[in-house]
């Protein structure tokens, strides 16, 4: 059980264009999902934290108008990158907690690359 | 904020022996969890152990268990019986803002741990 899973895996996309990652709970309900961003060789960072049916609430120094995210479902939350920039490409990884347990479990995780 | 630090960027350790790795953190909270995390080449993160800091008892999972030392603010694993397959990036993660459940986790900076055959 708690599987989450993530799509696309890997999306090349062009400077400027759009992008827009799922993020899918498979056999349970999350009503709070987490994106987080991870450089190569370093740590994760949270973003966001995305609720359902209700504005997604972001971290300090993380754009909310280029980074949108979109909870419409208990099943379902997505990550749009709105003109994306070479700076932009990373690794971005979602995760849901399981309630009533406090543990995250998280996605495979989703290549960004920005040409 | 809440901060998490690991000081071992690297470990290595003989297959079938045990390795400890660190965990400092720093929180004004006296209830919160502690969690550790896997992170293998296929870099999906895996839940390893879990703490309730009112629980004085250290969580065990199999070969994996903690040492949590609540009033250094101190949370190492310990990995007994080593496997290759737990060679891997291990991240010690904390509830970014009040401890609590329902926050998105700050993690420290991970541990690359090696298992030499």
């Known amino acids: 059980g708690a599987v989450v899973s993530q799509h696309p895996s890997w999306v090349i996309c062009k400077s400027g264009t759009s992008v827009k990652i799922e993020c899918r709970s498979l056999?349970?309900?999350?009503?709070?999902m987490f994106w987080y961003r991870q450089f190569p060789k370093q740590s994760l960072m949270l973003m966001a934290t995305s609720n359902e049916g209700s504005k997604a609430t972001y971290e300090q120094g993380v754009e909310k108008d280029k980074f949108l995210i979109n909870h419409a479902s208990l099943t379902l939350s997505t990550l749009t990158v709105t003109s994306a920039h070479p700076e932009d490409s990373s690794f971005y990884i979602c995760?849901?907690?399981?309630?009533?347990?406090?543990?995250?479990?998280f996605g495979p995780g989703t290549r960004l690359t920005v040409t | 904020a809440q901060t998490v630090t690991q000081s071992q960027p690297e470990m290595s350790v003989q297959e079938a022996e045990t390795v400890t790795l660190s965990c400092t953190y720093d929180t004004s909270e006296s209830d919160y969890y502690l969690f550790w995390y896997k992170q293998p080449p296929s870099r999906q993160m895996i839940l390893v152990i879990r703490q309730e800091a009112y629980k004085q008892q250290n969580a065990t999972e199999n070969r994996f268990s903690v040492n949590f030392q609540k009033a250094a603010k101190s949370f190492s694993l310990k990995i007994s019986d080593s496997q290759l397959g737990d060679a891997a990036m291990y991240f010690c993660a904390y509830p970014i803002r009040s401890g609590g459940g329902a926050d998105g986790l700050t993690f420290g900076k991970g541990t690359h741990l090696i298992i030499q055959p």
């Open positions: 056999d349970f309900q999350a009503t709070t």
């Open positions: 995760s849901a907690r399981v309630q009533p347990h406090y543990e995250q479990y």
